[in-house]
């Protein structure tokens, strides 16, 4: 069978995992909203929004009733989030959101991450002037104006509108807001119609860092290694592209 083989296999391995990952972190998000809010998403727009990523994914429809049931539970793990910062080798600005029942292992592993590659974890809010918090709405445009829709949707808070292609060669409308007008934008894209791929708070840099092939691949081991803890739920750098 051959190299070819072998390499259709590790990277459909890859994609295995990271499907997992995924899995587990938007199991954590609908356990979240449903302790917030219950576990109906017509008056749960935390649930609701957690269901639209979910289904962007592809996260079978059973798993994520589970993750409704299980949140139900009396028993269920309350889950804490916070957010570490530092910076890896060669300047990088590392920026960790985590979600966890157990914050003395979420520190002590997020910790030892840094240190083994030779960076250093700051005190929260070291990095509130290079990353700034974004509510970034991804949906399917149809037919529509976009320049009329800019118009309908600036008293939403839309700060930027465009397009974007897919993996599977579509467009797919990308909106940018203000953090605090996540809501407000959310109910209007409902109101108009649109089917919401995915509705999330990102952190955007707001300046970057440039960095050689080889400096960027050691920051690199820092965010793989991040990104594979189970209490992570996502890594932001500022690395330039």
Same mark, same amino acid.
């Not at 079978?60 to 993750?67: H, L, Y």
């Given at each position: 069978?051959?190299?070819?083989?072998?390499?259709?296999?590790?990277?459909?391995?890859?994609?295995w995992?990271?499907?997992?990952?995924?899995?587990t972190?938007?199991?954590?998000?609908?356990?979240?909203? /449903?302790?917030?809010?219950?576990?109906?998403?017509?008056?749960?727009?935390?649930?609701?929004? %957690?269901?639209?990523?979910?289904?962007?994914?592809n996260m079978?429809?059973?798993?994520?009733?589970?993750?409704?049931?299980?949140?139900?539970?009396?028993?269920?793990s309350?889950?804490?989030?916070?957010?570490?910062?530092g910076?890896?080798?060669?300047?990088?600005?590392?920026? /960790?959101?985590?979600?966890?029942?157990?914050?003395?292992?979420?520190?002590?592993?997020?910790?030892?991450?840094?240190?083994?590659?030779?960076?250093?974890?700051g005190?929260?809010?070291?990095?509130?002037?290079?990353?700034?918090?974004?509510?970034i709405?991804?949906?399917?445009?149809?037919?529509r104006?976009?320049?009329?829709?800019?118009?309908?949707?600036?008293? %939403?808070?839309?700060?930027?509108?465009?397009?974007?292609?897919?993996?599977?060669g579509?467009?797919?409308?990308?909106?940018?807001?203000?953090?605090?007008?996540?809501?407000?934008?959310?109910?209007?894209?409902?109101?108009?119609?649109f089917?919401v791929?995915?509705?999330?708070?990102?952190?955007?840099?707001?300046?970057?860092?440039?960095?050689?092939?080889?400096?960027?691949a050691?920051?690199?081991k820092?965010?793989?290694?991040?990104d594979?803890?189970?209490? /992570?739920?996502?890594?932001?750098?500022?690395?330039?592209?």
């Open positions: 069978m051959g190299r070819a083989f072998e390499f259709r296999k590790e990277r459909k391995f890859k994609r995992a990271k499907m997992a990952i995924q899995f972190r938007l199991g954590k998000e609908i356990v979240m909203a /449903v302790k917030e809010g219950g576990g109906h998403p017509e008056t749960n727009s935390r649930l609701r929004t %957690a269901m639209q990523n979910a289904k962007a994914v079978p429809k059973d798993r994520v009733e589970a993750a409704i049931k299980r949140a139900t539970d009396k028993d269920a309350n889950y804490e989030e916070f957010v570490y910062e910076y890896a080798p060669h300047g990088v600005a590392i920026l /960790v959101e985590t979600a966890t029942d157990n914050t003395n292992r979420t520190v002590a592993n997020v910790r030892s991450y840094f240190t083994k590659v030779g960076g250093t974890l005190k929260t809010g070291s990095l509130d002037f290079i990353f700034s918090r974004k509510s709405f991804r949906f399917v445009p149809g037919e104006d976009l320049e009329e829709l800019e118009f309908e949707l600036i008293d %939403a808070g839309l700060e930027d509108l465009y397009v974007e292609t897919d993996e599977e579509n467009d797919v409308g990308v909106i940018t807001a203000a953090f605090e007008d996540f809501g407000k934008m959310q109910k209007a894209l409902e109101e108009q119609g089917e791929k995915s509705a999330k708070l990102e952190r955007i840099p707001l300046s970057t860092a440039e960095v050689t092939e080889e400096q960027a050691d920051a690199l820092l965010i793989d290694k991040l594979e803890d189970d209490d /992570v739920l996502a890594v932001y750098h500022n690395m330039a592209e």
